[in-house]
Structures are given as C-alpha cells and as structure tokens.
C-alpha cells in the first residue's frame, strides 16, 4: 500500500489531537487526579492549582486541538482552497512551535532550579514532549513542507 505525505501529516494531526484529548479529560473533570501525577506532594494541591489546571485543560482544547482540527481538513485541489489551507497549517505549527519552544525551555529551567513544585519526572517527561512535539513540527515546516498540501498535491513517500 502506498500513501502521500498529506495523509502522514493528516495521521500526526489525528495523532496529537488524540494526545490532547487524553490530557484535557482528567484535567477538566479530575484536577486533583491529573496533578497528584504533576506536583511533588498532595500539599501542592490547593483550590488554586485545581481552578489552574482546569483552566489549563480549557486552554488546551480551545487554543490547541481546535486549530489542529481545522488543520485536517483535506481540500480538493480543483475546487480551490489548497493555498489557504497550507498557510492554516503552516502558522498554526509555526506558532505551536513557538509555544512549546517556550514552555520545554521553562520546564528544564524549573528542573534544574529544583523549587517549582513539579516532579522532576513531570518536568523532564514534559521538557522531552515538547522537544519531540517541536521536532515533528520542524520536520513537516521545513524537511517536508510538501507534506502539508493536499492530498493530491503532496509527493509519494513509499
């Protein structure tokens, strides 16, 4: 079976948006649940680090898995629409990336101050997501950029 690599960037939006889901549930319905596996100790759990986290969760589904989801559509390249689609994808990576650039960097400097409140595993696990998330990110703007155009637009990889 052959595929293009529009339908592998189609895969990895599919992919982190299935990733977002999974973290937006425990912390919109089970704050204290998503932080016990966050913060050092059960003192760390105030009413304020819970409104925090759902506010996080809010955040994650409105400013992150909904421009992905306006990402996946795939337009036919007759009908038109192709050039404005790429562009949606490429700024919402651009500006993704941007972001977790900023939070990675802030978590490994919160790991090595010691003093945040987080676990140290919080923190690497979180620094090393957002490095990995960056890496697809400028593998697809600028290894492949090709990848982001429609289906029928896209070259083959296999």
Do not use: H
Request: glycine share 10%; aromatic share 14%; proline share 6%.
């Amino acid at each position: 079976m052959s595929f293009n690599g529009a339908r592998l960037f189609r895969y990895a939006l599919l992919f982190e948006m299935s990733a977002n889901f999974g973290g937006i549930i425990p912390c919109l319905f089970a704050p204290e649940l998503a932080l016990s596996y966050l913060v050092k100790g059960p003192s760390q759990i105030t009413p304020a680090a819970l409104s925090m986290t759902q506010w996080f969760g809010a955040i994650i589904l409105t400013a992150f898995t909904l421009p992905l989801a306006l990402c996946y559509p795939n337009p036919v390249p007759s009908q038109g629409g192709t050039s404005e689609i790429v562009a949606w994808r490429r700024l919402t990576y651009i500006f993704f990336a941007a972001g977790e650039a900023g939070i990675g960097t802030t978590m490994l400097f919160q790991y090595m101050a010691g003093n945040s409140g987080m676990s140290d595993r919080a923190l690497l696990v979180g620094a090393a997501t957002m490095g990995l998330f960056l890496g697809m990110r400028a593998f697809f703007l600028y290894a492949r950029p090709s990848w982001m155009e429609a289906q029928g637009n896209a070259k083959k990889v296999m």
